[in-house]
């Protein structure tokens, strides 16, 4: 199965200011701040939700097309997603814009000031899959992830009219969107991914019943965090899976991406939504155990060996030969 995986590519610039934001400002000048931070920490990690599944599922042995807008600062990343199993060849680089940036500065109490740039994203509309689908020899699946917002109903729309299967994931975007585009967004879609905080948000901006929705997408399945996720397809009991317990978590960054990484990689192999969200939990948990939404590595013989001690030996057999036959230990 030949997968596409659109959606944001970005770096993040993570950095810790010791002292308390609150302690710098002066109530009676907010209304010209000039302030400056010098900061003691500084993490540049790889992000972007296209990027982040891309390279999951590169992990799990296939070879995803990532489809996104970037820089010509995305040498080095480019590298590193092509070394992680990742087509990277269909990539729109931007001729005057930098790859998008996430740029934030925590404190000691917690607090955050940050901005994001969208930069070479706001590009990713001129980019066609029917175009995309022909130079790669054919795609089965298209998932269509957070992004510019014309971008995703472009590409909604190029998978509508050349035929191709594709799965809606809108996330953080369904805050900015309104109903009339999230409706479009998901009408026709194979599967429709949502968290638990989306899914309520999806069904008041389109004004939407859970039935109604199932009307129009395959498969909705919607994470539910520590809780793992739901499955639901229209005149079925819903179906839920149980996350995979963690060891040691430490960052939740990329957490979704890779339960999807995982979910997807499955659906290529043939197999069915449960089977598909045990392995998507599995991955999530070895995301949630890194620091970095790209920091992790799949051992795959003891992915399958974690799967059968969340959900039984039998979902260890299964998926174990799958698993086994891109070869095991590290990617």
Not at 17 to 26: D, I, N, T, Y
Not at 49 to 77: C, H, K, M, T, W
Not at 130 to 135: E, F, L, N, Q
Request: some cysteine; aromatic content about 6%; charged content about 20%.
């Amino acid at each position: 199965m030949r997968i596409a995986v659109t959606g944001s590519i970005a770096t993040d610039h993570l950095m810790h200011f010791p002292g308390r934001f609150s302690e710098q400002l002066v109530a009676e000048q907010l209304d010209h701040v000039s302030l400056s931070f010098l900061v003691d920490e500084l993490h540049i990690r790889r992000g972007g939700v296209a990027s982040n599944i891309s390279f999951g599922l590169g992990q799990l042995g296939l070879r995803p097309v990532l489809v996104g807008a970037v820089g010509q600062d995305f040498e080095e990343y480019d590298a590193w997603l092509t070394r992680h199993g990742v087509d990277t060849g269909v990539v729109h680089r931007s001729r005057t814009r930098h790859t998008a940036r996430f740029q934030c500065t925590t404190d000691e109490d917690g607090n955050q000031i940050a901005s994001f740039y969208a930069g070479a994203m706001s590009e990713a509309a001129t980019i066609d899959i029917g175009a995309v689908a022909d130079r790669v020899g054919g795609l089965d699946l298209v998932l269509i992830g957070a992004n510019d917002p014309e971008a995703m109903l472009r590409h909604t729309e190029d998978c509508r009219r050349a035929g191709l299967p594709f799965a809606a994931d809108p996330s953080q975007q369904l805050a900015r969107l309104p109903g009339e585009a999230i409706r479009d967004l998901v009408t026709g879609a194979d599967h429709l991914f949502t968290n638990g905080y989306e899914s309520g948000l999806l069904l008041r901006k389109t004004g939407w019943q859970p039935d109604d929705v199932l009307e129009r997408v395959g498969t909705w399945v919607t994470t539910l965090g520590g809780k793992g996720c739901r499955i639901q397809r229209r005149g079925e009991p819903a179906t839920e899976i149980a996350a995979v317990p963690v060891t040691d978590q430490r960052d939740p960054t990329g957490v979704g991406d890779g339960f999807r990484a995982g979910f997807l990689a499955a659906l290529g192999w043939g197999l069915g939504p449960a089977r598909a969200a045990q392995l998507g939990s599995a991955v999530a948990a070895s995301v949630l155990e890194a620091v970095g939404a790209q920091e992790y590595r799949l051992d795959r013989r003891e992915l399958a060996a974690r799967c059968g001690a969340a959900y039984g030996p039998e979902a260890q057999r299964e998926l174990a030969g799958f698993l086994g036959a891109g070869g095991g230990g590290d990617s």
